[in-house]
């Protein structure tokens, strides 16, 4: 049975906890993302809810309960700003997962490139600076992403910053994976565009591994394209291991610093060795890049471009918005 249906089930009330679901925002392997409203609090918010078939496949659903607890509290405790911010977690009245976590306004960086196209080399930089904070944190703390990819992503609208970056599904999706006994396709959740080599020939995972993902997330943002492409799942993931990396630079009509060309190429470095091997290493390469994508062109490009959702983002009472997330 989908999460609809099962969902649909106690669709008079609509409600999970405190919040009252207003909208489905969107869908994937985990679940279903909706805004939501809270009984008392103004503040908006969204709530992920873990697929009954998910927690089916388990096999064992405490072993899952415990990792879905301590994964959240993990990603609680992440305190850097870039970092979607979560608010609280329980079980719905037939016992299936929920968390709750800050609502967005902006769009992910697979829309971005999609609907606006590939993007200024400095912008690009602005925003990679920004994951970098937040992938620092958790590494730190000893939490790697495993999927960074650019719907993972989120470019905001925040308070009165723009251009704000926002990394979402913080670890959860590693451990569940872990608990389910996934294949290393269904980890990637679709996305092997985004599997370092080592990831993908030998199902490892470190710091280096999410570096990589970014390394490949940039290139995205620089050229509209992912860094291997192919026919099959397969043959992107067999590319990732064994193929070299057209500079991307190549690929594109757009200028790229060459030094900012060269901080990607490290990224995707076959040997993990050969990469920056941390995120705050990685951020301190980018901040050497000069900084000349302003507030000011970032305003610019939001009024042309993405209007009703600046708008919405600075609506003096958000009570009743609808953010996007």
């Known amino acids: 049975m989908g999460i609809s249906k099962w969902f649909g089930r106690h669709h008079e009330t609509r409600t999970v906890g405190a919040y009252t679901l207003i909208e489905k925002l969107g869908h994937g392997g985990m679940g279903e993302v909706w805004r939501a409203k809270h009984r008392e609090l103004i503040r908006p918010a969204a709530i992920k809810l873990m697929s009954p078939e998910l ?22 405790l992440l305190t850097s700003p870039h970092t979607v911010a979560v608010y609280d977690f329980g079980k719905t009245e037939d016992g299936g997962l929920y968390y709750v976590m800050e609502l967005l306004d902006g769009v992910d960086m697979e829309t971005l490139v999609v609907k606006f196209g590939p993007q200024p080399a400095d912008r690009v930089v602005h925003m990679l600076r920004q994951v970098c904070e937040s992938l620092d944190e958790a590494h730190h703390r000893g939490l790697i992403h495993r999927d960074i990819k650019p719907a993972n992503l989120y470019v905001c609208s925040i ?12 670890g959860l999706v ?10 290393a396709e269904q980890i990637v959740s679709g996305t092997p565009a ?7 020939a ?13 390394g490949c997330v940039a290139y995205w943002l620089l050229t509209g394209r992912t860094v291997f492409e192919g026919a099959t799942s397969a043959a992107v993931v067999a590319a990732h291991i064994y193929e070299p990396v057209v ?5 594109t009509e757009l200028k790229i610093p060459p030094r900012l060309e060269e901080i990607v190429l490290a990224c995707l470095a076959k040997n993990p060795d050969a990469r920056p091997q941390t995120a705050a290493e990685l951020q301190h390469m980018l901040e050497e890049l000069p900084r000349t994508w302003t507030p000011q062109r970032a305003d610019a490009w939001w009024r042309a471009n993405l209007p009703d959702i600046l708008a919405r983002s600075r609506t003096p009472c958000r009570g009743e918005s609808r953010g996007a997330h």
């Open 55 to 76: 927690e089916a496949q388990a096999d064992g659903k405490q072993t899952l309960r415990k990792r879905f607890d301590q994964e959240v509290q993990a990603t609680a």
């Open 194 to 200: 985004y599997l370092a080599p080592e990831s993908a």
């Open 174 to 183: 590693r451990d569940m994976a872990h608990d389910l006994h996934l294949t």
């Open 159 to 170: 308070g009165m910053q723009l251009d704000f970056v926002k990394v979402l599904d913080f």
């Open 202 to 214: 030998r199902h490892q995972f470190d710091a280096r591994s999410d570096l990589y993902a970014l």
């Open 247 to 251: 500079p991307p630079s190549q690929v």
